[in-house]
């Protein structure tokens, strides 16, 4: 999962950010005493960014397990290295 929290509960919509107090109406000022943990925050913001990937993931997987089981399944080494590259750069940088 990319991005940070806040990016994530806006992608879930706004629901979501405003169920996280980062968005809209229901946000409350950074002192209030009743707002969640940041722990609390970063805990739900996980469960908006995991929630629907199971089947996704599960689907993927059969797909992935039928191509090595067929033989047809090759990984490019160079694609492979310029995906860990663009991620370690926009780490770096971001």
Do not use: F, H, T
Not at 48 to 67: P, Q, T, Y
Not at 73 to 85: E, F, K, T
Request: aromatic share 2%.
């Amino acid at each position: 999962m990319k991005g940070n929290g806040r990016s994530i509960a806006l992608e879930q919509g706004p629901e979501a950010a405003r169920a996280l107090r980062l968005d809209g109406p229901a946000a409350a000022p950074a002192d209030d005493p009743a707002d969640a943990s940041a722990s609390a925050r970063e805990v739900a913001l996980l469960r908006l960014g995991v929630r629907g990937l199971d089947g996704v993931r599960a689907e993927r997987v059969r797909a992935l397990r039928a191509e090595i089981d067929a033989g047809r399944y090759r990984i490019d080494p160079r694609l492979v290295a310029r995906a860990l590259l663009r991620e370690v750069v926009a780490e770096l940088i971001g």
